[in-house]
């Protein structure tokens, strides 16, 4: 069978989880299936990334030039797709065009943005074709991916789709994402980010729902009543057009023990996850929450918000408290700093998790159900 893969968000650097999604996925998928022939439609300014499937004879790099999240995708992007001759098509996220004839499958990731819809979603028209788009890309799917039992049931409930029809299929984490031990790496990376001894770390993006702002004053909490001496480093890209968490930083009278470093390459975000304190997740809402399986497989504890799918992910080796309170936040991250054998309990928990998830067990799942999906 020919499976064509809308791979436009591949890269981490661009689109954070959909994609490493798109990138951790396919080269375990490849890696597994010499069989079927595989079309990779990309950007065409990551089209000859030399280090992205390169070396498989069944897999074709097709450029592509409509971007996501524009009207390109909904004009120009379907007759770009057909021009190919496939069977079924992979969308990874629920932007697909309105038109596509072909048969396909698509990857939810969450349904954030019908809770936090963002600045470019302020005019009703794109909050309706918005909803339109996420709408039709899931009722059009002969199945759909739920990255969690918890998105699971949030696409049951918000777009009624047939729950026999929706398949959970958990992430993984890279193998790279492993403790640090080696001295020199740990201060070559403490070096290019001025890194502290002992901080707090949270790594993706500034938006809304990741609720940085109960962890900037949770922190100012910790300093406050505790008297925690550390710092609080909070990196990835701000949002240029959400300045709240900078101004509450920027008015902080802890600012001078808040770090905000900007974009982490890959290849130092496992010694980061190894030199901090503990790791914490704020999020108003996640869809899985990979970044927390990331720090615990390098030896992290971790806080997380009391969500169902923390619960779910990650069960009984996590801390969690209520995203609605920094004060919780603050004596649920005091217990663990303070608490030697609860810590210690936390990050042993974590490297057990490497057992559940990995990208070789959502490749082969998600081959499953492409031969599900066309009765192979």
Not at 19 to 42: C, H, I, P, R
Not at 75 to 102: G, Q, T, Y
Not at 252 to 278: C, D, M, V
Request: charged share 25%; hydrophobic share 40%; net charge positive.
């Amino acid at each position: 069978m020919r499976i064509a893969i809308d791979a436009r968000m591949y890269g981490n650097k661009q689109c954070t989880g959909i994609g490493t999604y798109v990138k951790e996925m396919t080269e375990s998928l490849f890696a597994l299936d010499q069989k079927n022939e595989y079309l990779l439609f990309m950007r065409e300014t990551e089209i000859n990334d030399p280090d992205y499937a390169q070396n498989h004879q069944n897999v074709r790099k097709i450029p592509i030039k409509s971007s996501w999240y524009s009207y390109q995708e909904q004009i120009k992007l379907p007759f770009e797709f057909l021009r190919e001759k496939f069977d079924l098509i992979h969308f990874p996220h629920f932007n697909s065009p309105l038109f596509m004839p072909r048969k396909s499958v698509c990857t939810i990731h969450d349904i954030t943005p019908l809770f936090f819809p963002g600045h470019k979603m302020k005019s009703k028209f794109r909050r309706f074709a918005h909803k339109l788009i996420f709408q039709n890309t899931i009722h059009r799917a002969a199945k759909v991916i739920a990255i969690s039992e918890a998105t699971r049931n949030d696409i049951i409930k918000h777009f009624h789709k047939d729950q026999n029809e929706i398949k959970v299929i958990y992430e993984g984490v890279d193998e790279s994402f492993a403790k640090t031990e080696n001295n020199g790496i740990i201060n070559l990376v403490k070096n290019k980010y001025n890194l502290p001894d002992k901080f707090l770390f949270y790594v993706g993006v500034w938006r809304e729902h990741k609720n940085l702002a109960a962890l900037v004053k949770g922190f100012e909490i910790l300093k406050e009543k505790y008297g925690y001496s550390g710092h609080l480093v909070i990196a990835g890209r701000s949002d240029l057009h959400d300045t709240k968490v900078k101004d509450l930083i920027k008015k902080s009278k802890y600012r001078q023990f808040i770090k905000t470093p900007g974009y982490i390459e890959n290849a130092y975000l496992p010694t980061l996850y190894s030199l901090t304190e503990l790791f914490v997740l704020p999020s108003f809402i996640e869809g899985f929450g990979l970044i927390t399986l990331e720090a615990q497989f390098c030896g992290a504890p971790v806080l997380a918000s009391d969500i169902p799918v923390s619960h779910e992910i990650l069960t009984d080796s996590a801390g969690f408290f209520d995203p609605n309170s920094p004060a919780d936040l603050a004596t649920k991250a005091w217990q663990i700093l303070t608490n030697a054998n609860l810590k210690q309990s936390l990050i042993t928990k974590g490297y057990l998790n490497k057992q559940k998830f990995s990208w070789q067990n959502c490749a082969k799942e998600t081959l499953q159900t492409y031969q599900e999906i066309l009765h192979i």
